[in-house]
């Protein structure tokens, strides 16, 4: 057998003009700890809501091998988590997630990104969250997408704007003791999707729809 045979989402590939995303691979896991460990934000303040960013150099890779192993855990046909390693030319920069709970009744996605700082600002962060976009309605057969962020996060909220989302109330969260602030909630319908110019090719969805409900 291979690997794919045994989880077929290690065989999932999601082409973008620039971009490659696949479901994180362990192979993927040095490439992925060294985009986080080079710097994703500014110290000052965390843009998750888990703080994992604030981990010591030395603890953060395994911590973050250790989650994403823990997400393949979570994946049944009804609640799943996918984090997608983001290749852009031969390194890795990031991360996309796409993740549902009940989704065959709630036919809603959420998603979560991050991306090294030297590649920010340049529209990558767009294209990513779109293609998982064009995936979740076009293929899965989505019809609402939900994410948010800390209120002050213009890139992300940026993204979410550009793509079509609509502000969808307002929590607080607390990443760090003692700092709470507000996350702006914002929530996609499938018709209001701002879709780019190019299209995603996709290789190896077939033997992964047991996976996803
Ligand atoms: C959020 C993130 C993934 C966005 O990716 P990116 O590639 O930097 O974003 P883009 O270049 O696609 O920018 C999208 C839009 O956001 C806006 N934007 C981006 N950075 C901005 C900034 N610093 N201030 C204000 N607006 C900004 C712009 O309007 C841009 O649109 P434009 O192309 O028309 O100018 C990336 O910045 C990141 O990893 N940040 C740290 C981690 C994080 O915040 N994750 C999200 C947690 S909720």
């Given at each position: ?5 045994i ?44 703080p ?7 603890d ?21 988590s ?44 767009t294209?990513?969250r ?25 890139a ?13 109330g ?44």
């Amino acid at each position: 057998m291979n690997l794919e045979e045994i989880w077929p989402l290690f065989g999932l590939e999601i082409t973008t003009p620039r971009l490659v995303l696949r479901p994180v691979r362990d192979i993927d896991l040095p490439g992925l700890a060294q985009a986080a460990l080079d710097g994703v934000h500014e110290p000052e303040r965390t843009p998750f809501s888990v703080p994992w960013t604030d981990a010591a150099p030395a603890d953060l890779p395994r911590n973050l091998a250790s989650y994403q192993w823990s997400l393949r855990n979570r994946v049944s046909a009804e609640n799943w988590s996918i984090a997608f390693a983001v290749h852009h030319g031969d390194r890795v920069v990031g991360s996309q997630d796409l993740s549902a709970h009940d989704f065959a009744d709630r036919r809603t996605v959420s998603t979560g990104s991050w991306l090294t700082r030297s590649v920010h600002g340049q529209g990558i962060g767009t294209e990513m969250r779109a293609a998982l976009l064009l995936f979740a309605f076009d293929v899965l057969g989505a019809e609402w997408a939900e994410s948010g962020a800390a209120s002050w996060n213009e890139a992300s909220l940026g993204v979410s704007k550009k793509l079509g989302y609509e502000l969808n109330g307002v929590t607080r969260v607390a990443p760090r003791p003692g700092e709470p602030v507000d996350e702006q909630r914002v929530r996609l319908a499938k018709r209001s999707f701002v879709r780019p110019q190019w299209s995603i090719s996709i290789r190896g969805a077939d033997p992964v729809w047991p996976s996803w409900g």
